[in-house]
């Protein structure tokens, strides 16, 4: 079993929908949570950092948490073209030392 | 606001030979990390340091593979006698600590390295 485990996808979604992703993880010492978007032939950027059970929304993204399911999720509201790309769920431990990355979902917003 | 550098961006070797790349941090971070990526999958951690102190180097990273960070600043990965396997993007990120009080990391451009 991975560490971090994502569907593959490709996830494909209309544009002003809104996407969900998914990601469990199997380290109950997480202590930190992250989102990256990584557009191909580029570098992962960080969108999304969760430390509490819950929800956090910046703008267009809502990252929820639920460390007793070992849980977390994105969800992206009115979904984009601009939003295709990979999405990379990580996490960090106590004191946050390295991430843990998962493989990442593939994102498709049509037009 | 300088993001994080990497240079090159760009290595092609021959199997065999040494190479190095160079990561630059954010200026007031003062964790540093190399992970290697491969198409398909997730960053996979390779050290991180904190100041100039190497505090984690993953069991998985061959004696080929050395990092250092000699004043706390910039960082060097060297990978010696490169095989094809060694064929992946390598990437640098930095951290300080977060107001949240946790540790965000943000990548640099990273170094794609082919060897033929």
């Known amino acids: 079993q991975k560490e971090v485990e994502q569907n593959s996808g490709p996830l494909s979604v209309p544009e002003g929908a809104i996407a969900s992703l998914n990601c469990t993880y199997s380290?109950?010492?997480?202590?930190?949570f992250f989102w990256y978007r990584q557009y191909s032939g580029k570098s992962p950027e960080l969108i999304m950092f969760i430390y509490s059970n819950g929800d956090k929304e910046d703008g267009r993204f809502t990252a929820q948490l639920n460390k007793a399911s070992q849980y977390v999720s994105l969800l992206i509201r009115d979904s984009q073209p601009s939003d295709s790309a990979t999405y990379l769920c990580a996490y960090g431990g106590t004191n946050a030392g390295k991430s843990t990355f998962g493989d990442g979902t593939t994102l498709t917003v049509k037009p | 606001d300088t993001g994080v550098s990497q240079d090159p961006r760009h290595k092609i070797t021959k199997r065999g030979q040494n190479v190095t790349f160079r990561c630059d941090p954010i200026?007031?971070?003062?964790?540093l990390y190399w992970y290697r990526q491969t198409l398909g999958q997730g960053p996979e951690f390779l050290t991180y340091?904190?100041?100039?102190?190497?505090?984690?180097k993953s069991r998985l990273l061959s004696d080929r593979f050395s990092a250092e960070r000699p004043k706390g600043s910039f960082s060097t990965l060297e990978i010696q006698r490169t095989e094809q396997g060694d064929s992946a993007m390598y990437l640098c990120?930095?951290?300080?600590?977060?107001?949240?009080?946790?540790?965000?990391?943000?990548f640099g451009p990273g170094t794609r390295l082919t060897v033929t």
């Open positions: 200026s007031e971070h003062n964790r």
């Open positions: 340091f904190q100041n100039e102190a190497q505090l984690e």
């Open positions: 990120a930095s951290s300080g600590l977060g107001t949240s009080g946790s540790y965000e990391q943000y």
């Open positions: 380290d109950r010492g997480s202590q930190s």
